[in-house]
């Protein structure tokens, strides 16, 4: 697979995770922070009553990892899982959940045909926008799969606007990411995507400008402790729409 400079073709990137997906959960649990900073992004959400009565989407959810963190904000949610890499998906479907998470494979792009419809009260996305093709035209889509008043919420990379950032961005992926990916793959295309993908993707505040001009109001973004702040944040957004839009 070609890795240029804003990485794989976005068309790739679900193949590139079908090679990464066996150990994926490995190289990730090696993160420090990752699954805690999932859980607090999923926590900004502020979704209320632990979720009880309520439909929340889990957007390019992986393996499961964003689903879990979901799953501990709001435990008495139905949670939908989906995802476009059938292996990453089958690893999470592996794992034990209870009855009200269940997971559809299909992309971002296809969720009307794949049965997935609003509205929903909460739409978490991790580490997906960056990776799609049209992001504009889905951020406006899944916006109008929100309840009016509900919340998304993107937790994602977005290092531009900082040059300290972006300097630990290159150093953690060369100096362990690349590395290690490559070691338990035999690959390194995934990796170098990541790479050159984060680097290429939104500054915090165009991103968040990205997010107004696709109709979300209340816009703001936290990041992260450790090493990922300014690295990784949490990007919060409502959707003001009327539920017949």
Known sequence: MRVGRTGLARSAVPAAFDTGAAAYDRLVGANPGYHAH???????????????????????????????????????????????SPEMLAQARAKSWPAS?????????????????????????????????????????LRALLRPGATFAAHEYSVRDSVVATA????????????????????SALHRHLWRSVTSFDGAARFRQRLAEAGFTGVHSETMT????????????????????
Not at 39 to 51: F, H, N, T, V, Y
Not at 169 to 182: D, E, K, L, R
């Open 226 to 245: 450790g090493w990922q702040r300014g690295v990784v944040h949490t990007f919060l957004a409502t959707n003001p729409g009327r539920e017949d839009e």
């Open 168 to 187: 630990v961005w290159h150093a953690v992926c060369w100096s362990i990411i690349i590395p290690a990916g490559s070691l338990l793959t035999g690959n």
């Open 38 to 84: 999932l859980r607090l992004s999923a926590r900004r959400m502020r979704i209320p009553d632990s979720g009880r009565g309520l439909r929340l989407l889990d957007v390019g959810c992986g393996t499961g990892a964003s689903t879990a963190a979901l799953l501990v904000a709001a435990p008495h949610a139905e949670i939908v899982g989906i995802d476009a």
């Open 101 to 141: 998470v269940h997971f559809v494979r299909t992309p971002v792009e296809n969720l009307a045909a794949a049965g997935v419809s609003g509205p929903f009260d909460g739409i978490f996305a991790a580490y997906l926008i960056r990776n799609l093709a049209d992001p504009d035209q889905q951020l406006r889509i």
